[in-house]
Nanobody, 123 residues
Framework: EVQLQASGGGLVQAGGSLRLSCAAS????????IGWFRQAPGKEREFVSG????????YYADSVKGRFTISKDNAKNTVYLQMHNLKPEDTAIYYC????????????????WGQGTQVTVSS
């Protein structure tokens, strides 16, 4: 079965850190781009960060630049999102997705999504 498994969310105080993981099963990330999005209650899903598997190009939303780092482990077929200096406004469900069509920051351009992992940052 082709699927993505997102994990690593939790409850953390402001200023804390978390590392999210996005693992693929049933396929490999070769030639794809992988993106992290988040969705807070009542808000639209927004782009957080993305990486191209073949070229390691990375992209970040302005709101997370300098605090979040996206990376990948080829052997584990997994993408990570390291989050530092978390803020209450980072609270959301975080989703990873696979993109094969470009438009990395546009959620409708993604073909497969993981189930999401909740990140809650307390003030």
């Amino acid at each position: 079965e082709v699927q993505l498994q997102a994990s690593g969310g939790g409850l953390v105080q402001a200023g804390g850190s978390l590392r999210l993981s996005c693992a693929a099963s049933g396929f490999t990330f070769d030639d794809y781009a992988i993106g992290w999005f988040r969705q807070a209650p009542g808000k639209e899903r927004e782009f957080v960060s993305g990486i191209t598997w073949s070229f390691d190009n990375t992209y970040y939303a302005d709101s997370v630049k300098g605090r979040f780092t996206i990376s990948k482990d080829n052997a584990k077929n997994t993408v990570y999102l390291q989050m530092h200096n978390l803020k209450p406004e980072d609270t959301a469900i975080y989703y990873c997705g696979v993109n094969t069509r470009g438009g990395l920051t546009t959620p409708t351009m993604y073909d497969l999504w993981g189930q999401g992992t909740q990140v809650t940052v307390s003030s």
